[in-house]
């Protein structure tokens, strides 16, 4: 009986296979690659995947051949940037001697290596080992002389074919045709084509056969002097995008960062697909008020986190209500988040740093891919052409009808809402062997929100805040990143954007305030890769801009401090502009002293923050960051960092009247931290880390403000942070993927340094989040997500007095300022989804459930009109979402 | 966040609405004059209702702006909590602001004749003002101790001013109820559970048209926009506060009153300091 393993015939391309790319820090044995798009050490995208050059058959387990048992053996490979094998671990085992026979066999493959922009690195790959049974083994049937004759060069085509991927339309390499009964066989060729010769007249069965795909069967029959044709459409067991990478991981200056990998995000409960919603299950990250969509990191304020998309500031990441982000999750390549210990490309902030990379892989064909949900829908389109398909493009859009659907679950009082949003993005990249790789991206985004009040309705005794209410915010960004590699050490890259940003808010038919921005900026830097220990990266993280403002008002605010809400006001109108400035040049050195590089890895560097605000005033400050890297054992890091972080101040805080000089200057963190991950098998990863974060010089309102030659607000707070992270996160190999993080933390501040320490606004000592997601057969997935935190602190208030004049009370403050908290905050979400594979086409249908088990979640304390009650706005109710997707190739 | 706020569920209603009279409160405060020059006298009178409970009165104080917070007076609260008024030193009330205690001495406030000296001649045309403080409590009776819950205090400002067309208060003739005119003191009879239109009817100068100086020295004439607050003891409003010219509002009566007689209230504010209220009776049939 003859007997073999099926993926031996599968030796000559890693094309189809789930690529996932681990953690695979320091092997590399050539230099260090010069620096990716953005900033010094950061991560890389791969231009290249590894290709399997070498597969090596395994035997097939004596005791499963004669019981007859298949399997597949999930393996993760490590490569090195030679294409050696140099680790393999199974992390999906499958028993009876296949999971011993496949490692053996694994570690004596030969890759092409990955690369990225500047040439070979090592990675690591999922890689499925399949065992198949040929059709003798299960049949007993014997191969006759018609193989010998199919084989033959000199015989005529009689059967040929191509292999085709159901719903992608993709052709798929390296299926072993085997045609029965005579047992003929053949692979296909890179094109999905095959072809047999002399073959007799006669009925024959194709079977089609290779790991991760659904065995196909097929009856065929063959005519005399004719060549037959078949198309053989196979299904594939997942559709998860091979072309999105997981974890990729250098070494970094950034001793926290974690990164999403969108397959994993895809799947994860309550999110909407999008990838930076699942930041805030992430550990450090606060949960955000509801509806408000704010970044609250690590017992930082919400404005002190910025967000970038490509290294672009933008300043809002979400749409109203705070559900989706602003750019499309199909054209989002991965988000970086980095809740402290970041290197000095990132500034101008005390908090968490949001880096959203937009996609830098492309289909060879091009894709349609239209999404529907509870909320919006939207249209992407991605492809590639020229050779080797140098150039990509996507270009999406999405358009909300919120505003339709809203009406129907509101009361009909005459009060109307209305909002709206939509986004676009486009992008072009061009990644030829050529020293230059660049790309263009241009996105924007719009969101409008009227709230109107029935004529006649007054909300209180102001007569000027009567009437609609409307806000409106856009942003729109134009960036080129450019990358040159110089030979072996000089790598250059400059990435200029031009931006604005448009912000209004119209309350009633007094208040108007306006503010349109423009900035430039270019981040650009020049990285030095002496050898495998040392390098250095100089940037410069620029920026420019000019602000125009209109503010209308029923007052002078010359006169604020002295409102009397009877006095008759005399309208103030201002129409203005300002300018700013911020060349922030930086330094880091990257030392790893020690014979094997991988050992000991050493971080050094400076940023200096110098920005000119409104009234010529300067803002400077100097950034020391220091962070390491210790693989003190196989599979465990320990890691730690130290330094200065500052930010100037707010714009609304830069606002003086008359052109007087704005008195508050930078607010300053000295944040550290130290931490160890620690690597338990291939699949699952913990890490550990705590944190200290000091906050001087912190800007507060002036509580000595009594005219208007004092400034409305100093520095003079102060605060602290500090706590411990855990993460256990199974990474996304086989069917299951999740984490478990949880977060213990206090955040407070002192406002003046005679006054109470109190909690921060936002202070959550436990956060706790479980996510997990399980592909099931037939494209079934199912997910879960779990989520505790403790409730925001909140401030006592009791009976107050009764103002006649303005018709409202003023409460009595019963206990000290956030000395109470909100209940416990805890609600599960769970998505099951399914894919539909047709010949040319997929349909994901899903349905996500927030708050699937009814959580009376209280969001916010509200008080009765004369604070002698209190009740909570309650959180969502069970929400289901139900949605869409379709994907088209052309 | 507006819009998650509408998603989100919110329990407000089963909490007491200010619309709904269920302990003492205090609706409204009024000066006459309105608005004062220095050197005038100024008598007080406030809308307190008290439906559950008699009301025992109320201490008036007034004080300076610069010597008001965000409460009001700053006034001593040991003052008054002892409860008998007429035990605490004269001088120390007077000191305080002391001004009248309701019902028995009318709150009466001599406005100094160099209250707006320290302003300039231009600024006197807007003035300032002093502010007028109330605290209102119910009946208790003897042997027993005040219940400190149940004591309403309310503030208002008075301005102060040379205004060359000071602000009056506005004048209430009456109310009309479903476009019918209802004599003062009329008890009228309602349905219950049935909707009303309730409207309030002025006095044809009550909306005021007046003189505003400018900072550039341009005078300028504005009318005044009044605000109408409306308040019950059972049953709901269609619209509890209503922005000149509404007038109307419409009451839906309870179904099952617990009172068989009631009463209704309006305040309007001319949101200058302006300020003049009237009650309306019924009765469930």
Known sequence: ?890 | MLLMLLFAGCDTESMSQSWQIDRLRVLAVAAEPAEPRPGDVVTFDALVVSPAEPLGGSAWFVCDAGSSTDFGCEIDSGLIAEGDIGTVDAEALAAAGFIGFLPGLTPTWAVPADYLDELAEEEKLEGTFAMTYVTAFPEVAEGEQLDEDAVEIAFKRVPVSLAATPNHNPVILGWRVDGLDIAPGALVDLDPGEPFTLEVVLADDAVETYSFRKSDGVDETREEEPYFSWYLQEGEFSQANTLWPFTETVYFAPAEPALPEQSLWVVVRDRRGGMAWASLAIRFI
């Not at chain 1, 990838?275 to 404005?303: D, F, M, W, Y």
């Not at chain 1, 590639?384 to 129907?408: N, T, V």
């Not at chain 1, 403002?549 to 009877?566: G, H, R």
């Not at chain 1, 110098?610 to 390491?628: C, H, K, M, Q, W």
């Open chain 1, 1 to 890: 009986m003859k007997q073999r393993s099926a993926v031996g015939r599968f030796g000559l391309s890693f094309a189809g296979f789930l690529c996932l790319v681990l953690p695979k820090a320091g092997l590399a044995e050539e230099p260090a690659p010069p620096q990716a798009p953005g900033a010094v050490e950061e991560l890389p995208p791969l231009v290249k995947d590894p290709a399997l050059l070498q597969f090596v058959q395994a035997p097939y387990p004596e005791a499963a051949q004669a019981a007859r048992i298949e399997g597949t053996v999930t393996l993760v490979l490590e490569i090195d940037a030679t294409g050696a094998v140099t680790r393999v671990d199974v992390a999906v085992p499958a028993g009876n001697g296949f999971d011993e026979a496949a490692v053996e066999a694994a570690k004596q493959f030969k890759f092409s290596p990955a690369e990225d922009a500047s040439g070979p690195v090592p990675v690591a790959v999922e890689f499925a080992y399949g065992f198949v049974l040929d059709a003798a083994a299960v049949e007993g049937a014997r191969p006759d002389e018609a193989a010998a004759a199919a084989a033959s060069a000199e015989a005529p085509i009689t059967l040929e074919g191509t292999v085709v991927e159901m719903g992608t339309r993709r052709p798929v390499a390296d299926f072993l045709i085997r045609v029965e009964p005579v047992g003929a066989e053949v692979q296909t060729d890179a094109e999905g084509r095959w072809q047999l010769r002399g073959l007799p007249a006669g009925t024959y069965t194709i079977r089609a056969v290779r790991p991760g795909y659904d065995t196909l069967q097929k009856s065929v029959d063959i005519v005399e002097g004719q060549a037959t044709s078949a198309r053989l459409w196979v299904r594939n067991q997942s559709y998860a995008d091979p072309g999105i990478l997981g974890t990729y991981h250098k070494d970094s200056a950034d001793v926290t960062r974690r990164t999403i990998s969108m397959d994993e995000v895809r799947r994860i409960p309550g999110t909407f697909g999008d990838p930076v919603r699942v930041i805030q299950s992430l550990p450090g990250a606060a949960r955000a008020p509801l509806g408000s969509g704010v970044l609250i990191i690590r017992g930082s304020n919400p404005e002190d986190s910025r967000v970038y998309v490509d290294g672009m500031y933008i300043p809002y990441i979400y749409h109203l209500g705070g559900f989706e982000s602003v750019i499309n999750p199909d054209l989002v390549g991965s988000v970086d988040y980095l809740p402290g210990g970041y290197g000095p490309q990132y500034g101008r902030s005390t908090g968490g740093t949001v880096d959203v990379a937009t996609r830098n892989r492309f289909p060879e064909r091009t894709e349609l891919r239209w999404s529907t949900d509870a909320l919006d829908s939207g249209g992407v389109v991605l492809g590639s052409f020229g050779k080797e398909d140098q150039h990509g493009f996507g270009a999406a859009a999405r358009l909300s009808y919120i505003d339709a659907i809203l009406p129907a679950f509101l009361a009909d009082d005459g009060f109307t809402v209305i909002p709206r949003w939509w986004d676009f993005q486009t992008k072009y990249q061009y990644q030829g062997d050529k020293p230059d790789k660049f790309s263009v991206i241009a996105f924007g985004f719009r969101d409008t929100l009227l709230l109107h009040t029935p004529d006649g309705y007054a909300q209180g005794t102001d007569q000027d805040t009567q009437g609609d209410v409307g806000t409106e915010y856009n942003t729109y960004r134009l960036g080129v990143n450019w990358d040159r590699s110089l030979g072996k050490h000089w790598a250059l890259h400059a990435s200029p954007s031009f931006g604005s940003d448009y912000a209004a808010l119209d309350i009633g038919d007094a208040f108007h305030l306006i503010q349109s921005r423009y900035t430039f900026e270019v981040r650009a830097d020049a990285k030095y890769t002496l050898n495998d220990h040392f390098t250095a990266t100089a940037g410069i993280d620029f920026i420019a801009g000019w602000a125009d403002f209109v503010i209308e008002l029923p007052f002078n605010p010359a006169t604020f401090a002295e409102i009397d809400p009877i006095a008759d006001r005399e309208p103030y109108a201002l129409e203005d502009n300002a300018t700013g400035f911020g060349p922030d040049p930086w330094l880091n050195v990257a030392w790893k002293p020690l014979e094997n590089p991988d050992t000991l890895a050493l971080n050094a560097g400076a940023r200096l923050m110098y920005v000119i605000i409104p009234g010529e005033n300067e803002v400077l400050a100097f950034d020391p960051r220091f962070s390491f890297r210790v693989q003190a054992l196989p599979g465990t890091v320990i890691k730690g960092s130290t330094g200065l972080y500052h930010q100037p101040p707010q714009p609304f805080q830069q606002y003086r009247p008359d052109d007087k000089p704005v008195e508050v200057g930078a607010e300053q963190a000295w944040a550290s931290s130290v931490g160890i991950e620690q690597s338990i098998g291939p699949a699952i990863r913990v890490e550990v880390e705590g944190f200290y974060k000091d906050l001087t010089d912190l800007i507060v309102g002036n509580r000595d403000f009594g005219s208007l030659n004092d400034s409305y607000f100093v520095n003079a707070g102060v605060g602290r942070a500090y706590g411990v992270e855990v993460i256990a996160r199974h990474e996304p190999i086989g069917n299951l993927f999740g984490w478990v993080s949880y977060t213990l933390s206090r955040s407070e501040r002192q406002d003046y340094p005679d006054e109470e320490w109190y909690p921060f606004d936002f202070d959550q000592t436990h956060i706790l989040s479980a996510v997990a997601s399980y592909r099931l057969p037939y494209d079934l997935s199912v997910g879960a997500k779990v989520q505790y935190t403790t409730g925001n602190p909140t401030t006592p208030y009791s009976l107050g007095v009764y103002d006649v004049d303005q018709d409202t009370y003023m409460a009595f403050q019963t206990g000290a300022g956030n000395s109470e908290r909100l209940p416990a905050f805890w609600a599960v979400s769970a998505r099951i989804d399914k894919l539909f594979t047709f010949k040319s086409w997929q349909l994901l249908l899903y349905i996500d459930v927030i708050n699937a088990l009814h959580g009376e979640n209280p969001e916010f304390e509200q008080y009765n009109y004369d604070y002698t009650e209190k009740t909570y706005f309650a959180g969502l109710p069970i929400i289901p979402s139900p949605g869409f997707e379709v994907k088209v190739e052309f």
